[in-house]
């Protein structure tokens, strides 16, 4: 008959509480118990009373060939009671880490989780060098942009000093044939504007005698037109004054009539 010691809860619920029993190993969890060991209490503040264990009754049982779960054997190694079960775990653990390492896999949870951690500390060492790396080569590149400004600003500043002197130097000589272009060019402003004045003058000169002489046509014309109508006038005046009035021939006959009636 086998027999195993393992633990059988009989807490409520959130409240759990283990009995550690030595039962048939074809007996179901809850089914007929062969001692009652001990008990487990995890809720237990105080760590001494959480195991309480009648190590005595479990070595006997160890001895005759009673084969404890994972948990009562860790809870057994907790309270120092060694056992060949749990050191041939122990082989087994030991030879299946070593295949596992020796194929490059991870073999616990814990070291699962260190991996973990030491590859995001890596990454994240490596994101913050290539962010300093990407820094510095901005900077540089800003630096040899500003050198390269710089260069192109002095460059430019001598070339616009050489012309600046080369301007400086050309100018006596522009001015002195500025002025000789003037002394020529004065003269014959002077002789063309003559020159055009002269023509000027002339065309209204004529232009006045022009004016003036047939403004004495039109006076001759005028007078001419005159001299008949005056003329006439005058013979026309001659003429009424030689006819004699009726009004006097009236006169004349009425005074002749009255001395014939004297």
Same mark, same amino acid.
């Given at each position: 008959m086998a027999v195993k010691i393992r633990m059988t809860r009989i807490g409520?619920?959130?409240?759990p509480f283990f009995r550690i029993n030595a039962v048939e190993s074809r007996e179901p969890?809850?089914? %007929?118990?062969? /001692?009652k060991l001990g008990?487990?209490?995890p809720i237990e503040k105080d760590k001494e009373?959480?195991? $309480?264990?009648?190590?005595?009754? $479990?070595?006997?049982?160890?001895?005759?060939?009673?084969?404890?779960?994972?948990? $009562?054997s860790e809870i057994l190694l907790r309270l120092g009671?060694?056992?060949?079960?749990?050191? /041939?775990?122990?082989?087994?653990?030991? !030879?299946?880490?070593?295949?596992?390492?020796?194929?490059?896999?991870?073999?616990?949870?814990?070291e699962k989780i260190a991996a973990e951690k030491t590859a995001a500390a890596a990454k994240e060492t490596e994101e913050k060098e290539k962010a300093k790396a990407e820094q510095a080569k901005t900077k540089a590149k800003e630096k040899a942009e500003a050198e390269e400004k710089t260069k192109a600003e002095e460059k430019t500043e001598a070339k616009a000093e050489v012309i600046e002197t080369k301007t400086e130097m050309k100018?006596? /000589?522009?001015?002195e044939k500025k002025v000789e272009v003037e002394a020529v060019a004065e003269p014959k402003a002077k002789a063309k504007k003559k020159a055009e004045? %002269?023509?000027?003058?002339?065309? %209204?000169? /004529?232009? !006045?005698?022009?004016? $003036?002489?047939a403004?004495?046509?039109?006076?001759?014309?005028?007078?001419?037109?005159?001299?008949?109508?005056?003329?006439?006038?005058?013979?026309?005046k001659e003429e009424t004054e030689a006819q004699p009035q009726p009004q006097a021939k009236e006169q004349q006959a009425a005074s002749g009539d009255e001395d014939k009636k004297q």
């Open positions: 409520r619920r959130h409240r969890r809850d089914g %007929k118990i062969l /001692e008990h487990y209490d009373k959480q195991i $309480v264990l009648n190590t005595e009754r $479990v070595k006997h049982w160890l001895d005759k060939g009673a084969i404890p779960s994972d948990t $009562v009671i060694k056992h060949k079960y749990a050191e /041939e775990k122990a082989a087994r653990r030991a !030879k299946a880490r070593a295949a596992a390492r020796a194929k490059g896999r991870l073999f616990t949870k814990t100018a006596p /000589e522009a001015v004045t %002269k023509p000027k003058a002339k065309e %209204k000169a /004529e232009a !006045k005698e022009a004016k $003036v002489e403004k004495g046509k039109d006076e001759a014309k005028a007078k001419a037109k005159a001299k008949p109508k005056a003329k006439e006038k005058a013979e026309a």
